[in-house]
């Protein structure tokens, strides 16, 4: 399969599943402050991985992702609804921790500036 297909179909998964999660799933353990950062479908569209970024604590986000798995099979049948695939992927949730390692690094950096400058 074409990447430009997968790029097209994990543009879908993304818009369908952020739309899913915010309008129809009311689990409490879900943080409001969730976003999808990445979906990575694999060719013979056996499975997709979801990145996503929420602000919250290390708590809230183990909550959050296990909320998440506990809802996927609801998501995927949603997205077989709003979806034309012959196959809707499975789903698996994990956290993106690139804003918080690029947060890591900016401090790291700002802090050898300022001992650079004294």
């Known amino acids: 399969m074409n990447s430009h297909r997968i790029d097209r179909i994990n543009s879908m998964i993304r818009n369908e599943v952020s ?16 976003s999808i950062t990445k979906v990575k479908t694999s060719k013979d569209l056996s499975s997709s991985k979801i990145s996503i970024s929420l602000i919250g604590n290390d708590s809230e986000k183990t909550n959050t992702l296990k909320a998440l798995k506990s809802a996927s ?4 049948h949603n997205l077989q609804k709003n979806i034309s695939l012959k196959k809707i992927p499975s789903i698996n949730f994990t956290i993106d921790e690139t804003i918080v390692t690029a947060q890591r690094i900016t401090k790291l950096i700002n802090k050898h500036k300022i001992k650079k400058a004294d």
């Open 73 to 76: 099979g609801f998501i995927r």
């Open 19 to 34: 739309k899913i999660i915010n309008e129809n799933i009311k689990d409490p353990r879900i943080n409001a402050l969730i």
